[in-house]
């Protein structure tokens, strides 16, 4: 049975280039007057890793998610393309 429409991990391919694209840019631009409203943004996630001790296996969970103006721009641009494919 074929599938029709797109395909989800090209989508899932080009949302991450574009958050990686976009962070990328939010860094380089954070020193310059004139663009460094593109690194402003929010961080969300666990300041402190929580860790599991199992005796035998230690496990330690942790996660933070930085969401600045440029990655949300290179989110907004992937969907763009994606709905051109």
Known sequence: ???TGKNTWALFLLLLAGIVLGSFIAQMTAGISGL???SFGKTFGLDNPITLNLGVLILTFGLKIKFTIASIIGIVIAGIIYRFL
Do not use: F, H, K
């Open 1 to 3: 049975m074929a599938r």
């Open 36 to 38: 460094s409203w593109l």
